[in-house]
């Protein structure tokens, strides 16, 4: 119905250009049983022309998103949409833009929403093709054109849509040619053709097209009635129960309208609300004189804007504007509009509530022999006369009836069955427009007063359709035109507020100590006493007959006043506090027992459940470490049971228990004098973590490799050493000496030099073999410090190559030991001295390519075989430079920054 019924308008983007009532039947549980559904004047205009900025109805708009071979457009022969005369209403050079996004993802969401619900009321799959291509039948209608042909009358111009109209309704396209340009009539048995000008040739195309939408509408609502009306047992069983059928009806109709110009159609509307408006204060005023006469309360008269006058000026049956209108209409000498306007000033000349410039000459602002004014109860409304009647009319030619009636098209017949008369027969003129849409208002103000109404009034907050504006002329001008103000009016004139005494009771109670917490009388004890605790005066009480703030009847108390309200209200609010505060102490008091008890409940299920886990745990620990001490390995292999979450720190502490004792039995058993060198080998495995293979863990660590007979060589003397360090002992430069080594160091100028390393309690020495361990040594290249070292690399290859990064001069100390694979050992023992000596941790990494420092600048190391020879040996080792480019410690670039180690 929103499709078929809704458009696009300058006030709303789907607003409802017809009124329905919709009749819902429930039964005895509350099912839907079914429904019924009554249209009221469609506004068929619509579809010939649109003002400005305003759409055709939207189901024109979903024809066009269909694509496809076998989608309706293509079945109804359309093209581009720019091209269809009733699409592109009242805007001048209407582009397909400004129009509508025919590919728009929601319109085809909405077609097929459409179909989908046609179908799921029960409309076949041809009666939905069949609405369509009456559809495109209307859109090539308003192509149709006329020019005047040489006899005067007005001709078809051209044929290109005579063939589409005529395939679309299965009808001749000569027949359809004919009923365009002339209509017929029989005159003493004798046909008589009567030919149309131009001007009506276009009103006759306009008006089929109205027809034919006008049927299409009407015949879509009676199927729909056909499919949704209660049948079936449950129908039968629900009549047949003592509660029957109940009724919902629904009344969706327009409200006040006020264009820039207003046409007939806004006359009905305005009728409409009027006649609606009228019902509502007669069913408001019976409401409550009703409810004070049940409650014994005194009724007075009340003053309100009584529009009876405006309803009977419209639909009076002789002298009324509608009864005027079908006069004209009616009248053989074929007045025109303007005539219709002077009857109307000679008829109300003098209504209060009437005005056109003839009646109101000094009126400026009303444009002569064209507009007049009406005074409704939402405000003043100028009509233009233009069309009042050709609208009223809304005839069809028999000719045309008969055409479409002989269609091949279905459905049609059922459209228009007065079209199957003959075409000699004398009909009877239908009732106009005017007339029918009186008669339906009647009726339906009969059928609401029989009714008990609720109201749903929409609200417009702007004209600009934007979430974020208010206006407040806009929402005052619909309050006031939806008779919210009268009723307002009503209510306040008598007692605007009633309230129910075991309601008012309830709320109130807590304002008077005899009705706090429990009242032990009836409630209209109770309500008196509360009223007279908060200092309110009860009419009949102390002669107060008039002056006074409540009422109290049967089973309500009646206030008319706000401020008596506000009065109940304080006097609520100033006792909340108190209140709500004992109400928080009892529930405060109860939640905290409560959890006490849980705290209680869950502390020992908790402890209880802990204790059996610990001892599942520790009886699982005990079968698999039972028998550990006879074991050669003491149990290594035996893995440690998986511990529940809340065990895993007690599992933690028995498994570094276990791993004491297994270390300390390991060492036990090892003779006292190795514990030093083991202590030394776990250090290397702890800095190490696997990231070097083949370290030397299974030989013996020396230290001072240098002072062993097997090292005496050409180039070493071990006597020489021997003495030197004896000599350096003695003049207190050092206690004892933890490591010594021959190696291949790279000097500060990228020289390799041959040194005996020497790793002291205190610093490390780089001695100078060739000269007695004396010249170079100690007096020329300076000691280490022990402290001095920031970290050591490792080289990952099987090499003793290592990297002692330095804070002394910038300057790193980069060796290749050639006494043997010692290079994890000399790590080991400075990283065991730093740590027991001062505490501090001295980082180790291990990659291939090692990066140091020569006076600031970084540089790099790799190694590399030459492929002659093996790893150990001295001769063959040499540092040498490569060409590649990095930044320093400072920022400055280095080409030469690359070392390469070969052996």
């Known amino acids: 119905l929103e499709a078929f019924g809704n458009a696009h308008t300058v006030i709303n983007d789907n607003s409802s250009r017809f009124g329905k009532y919709l009749d819902i039947k429930f039964g005895f549980f509350g099912e839907v049983l079914g429904a019924s559904l009554s249209e009221y004047l469609l506004e068929k205009s619509r579809v010939v022309r649109q003002g400005d900025g305003e759409r055709n109805f939207h189901v024109f708009y979903y024809l066009f998103s269909s694509t496809g071979a076998d989608s309706f457009k293509a079945k109804c022969k359309l093209g581009d949409i720019t091209a269809y005369h009733y699409l592109r209403g009242g805007v001048a050079g209407t582009t397909r833009d400004m129009l509508i996004d025919v590919n728009s993802k929601a319109l085809v969401e909405n077609l097929g929403n459409l179909t989908q619900c046609m179908s799921d009321v029960g409309f076949s799959v041809s009666e939905v093709e069949s609405s369509f291509g009456l559809l495109g039948a209307i859109l090539h209608i308003g192509t149709f054109d006329f020019e005047e042909a040489d006899s005067g009358y007005a001709a078809v111009t051209g044929d290109e849509a005579l063939g589409p109209v005529s395939e679309l309704l299965g009808s001749d396209a000569e027949d359809l040619r004919r009923v365009m340009q002339c209509t017929s009539s029989v005159m003493r048995g004798e046909r008589i053709y009567s030919n149309f000008n131009v001007a009506q040739a276009f009103d006759n195309r306009d008006a089929i097209a109205k027809a034919i939408y006008g049927r299409l509408f009407s015949w879509i609502v009676s199927q729909a009635n056909q499919l949704l009306s209660p049948r079936g047992a449950s129908y039968r069983d629900a009549k047949e129960r003592e509660g029957g059928v109940t009724n919902i009806g629904i009344l969706d109709i327009f409200g006040f309208e006020n264009f820039a110009v207003n046409s007939f159609e806004q006359l009905c509307i305005n009728y409409c609300n009027e006649k609606l408006q009228q019902l509502f204060i007669e069913l408001v005023l019976k409401r409550e004189q009703e409810e004070y006469k049940s409650e014994g309360i005194p009724w007075k008269d009340i003053e309100y804007f009584n529009n009876e006058m405006i309803c009977k000026m419209v639909e009076d049956p002789h002298t009324g504007i509608l009864a005027i209108l079908d006069e004209g209409c009616l009248s053989p000498a074929k007045p025109t509009d303007v005539d219709f306007l002077h009857s109307l000033d000679k008829a109300f000349e003098k209504h209060e509530r009437y005005a056109s410039r003839q009646t109101r000459k000094a009126d400026k602002g009303l444009e002569r022999d064209r507009v007049f004014r009406i005074h409704h109860f939402a405000g003043d409304v100028v009509y233009a006369v233009d069309g009042f009647l050709d609208k009223n009319r809304d005839t069809l030619f028999q000719d045309i009836k008969s055409l479409l009636f002989n269609c091949d098209y279905p459905g049609m017949k059922k459209m228009w069955p007065e079209g199957s008369a003959r075409k000699d027969s004398v009909f009877k003129r239908p009732a106009t427009a005017g007339k029918t849409f009186k008669l339906s208002m009647q009726a339906l103000a009969k059928q ?93 009480e102390d002669g107060t007959a008039d002056n006074h703030d409540v009422n109290l009847g049967k089973t309500k108390i009646f206030i008319s006043k706000a401020k008596t309200m506000s009065k109940l209200e304080d006097a609520r609010e100033a006792e909340k506090p108190r209140i709500v505060l004992m109400l928080q102490c009892g529930w405060r008091r109860y939640r905290a027992r409560k959890l006490l008890k849980q705290l209680r409940g869950v502390f020992l299920i908790k402890r209880a459940y802990k204790s059996y886990k610990m001892r599942s745990y520790w009886n699982s620990v005990v079968d698999a470490f039972g028998d550990v001490r006879s074991d050669p390995n003491f149990g290594k292999s035996v893995q440690f049971p998986v511990p529940p979450p809340v065990l895993e720190p007690f599992a933690g502490l028995v498994k570094r228990i276990h791993l004491n004792w297994w270390a300390r039995t390991i060492v036990t058993g090892t003779p006292e004098a190795q514990w030093p060198e083991l202590r030394l080998k776990a250090v290397a495995y702890t800095m190490l973590n696997g990231r070097k293979p083949a370290w030397g863990y299974n030989r013996e660590w020396n230290g001072d490799y240098l002072a062993q007979s097997s090292q005496e060589s050409d180039t070493h003397s071990v006597a020489m050493y021997t003495a030197e360090m004896k000599r350096m002992k003695t003049g207190g430069y050092l206690k004892r000496v933890e490591f010594s080594c021959m190696a291949q160091k790279l000097s500060s100028k990228g020289k390799t030099q041959r040194r005996a390393i020497v790793v002291t309690d205190k610093e490390i020495w780089k001695l100078d073999p060739t000269a007695r361990y004396k010249q170079g040594g100690i007096m020329s290249s300076g000691a280490v410090p022990l402290s001095a070292v920031i970290s050591i690399s490792i080289c990952q290859k099987p090499l003793p190559l290592l990297v002692l990064r330095t804070s002394v001069d910038a300057t790193d100390l980069v060796m290749y030991i050639e006494t043997g694979a010692h290079a994890v050992e000399m790590a080991a023992r400075i990283v065991h001295s730093s740590f027991t000596t001062r505490r501090q941790v001295i980082d180790v990494t291990v990659d291939r390519e090692i990066s140091f420092a020569i006076k600031g600048m970084e540089k790099s190391l790799t190694a590399e075989a030459s492929g002659e020879g093996g790893i150990l040996g001295g001769e063959d080792i040499a540092f040498k430079r490569g060409r590649t480019t990095s930044a320093s410690r400072d920022g400055a670039r280095s080409s030469e920054s690359r070392f390469v180690l070969s052996y």
């Open 448 to 540: 609401l007063a029989a009714k008990e109404p609720f109201y749903v009034r929409c609200v417009k907050p702007n004209k600009n359709k934007s979430s974020n504006e208010f206006s407040e002329s806009m929402v005052l001008h619909q309050v006031q035109y939806l008779g919210l103000m009268e009723n307002v009016r009503v209510r306040r004139a008598g007692y605007a507020n009633r309230l129910p005494f075991d309601y008012f009771v309830q709320r109130y109670k807590v304002c008077c100590r005899e009705t706090w917490p429990l009242s032990n009388g009836s409630d209209h004890d109770a309500v008196a006493a509360i009223c007279r605790a908060v200092g309110l005066t009860i009419a009949g």
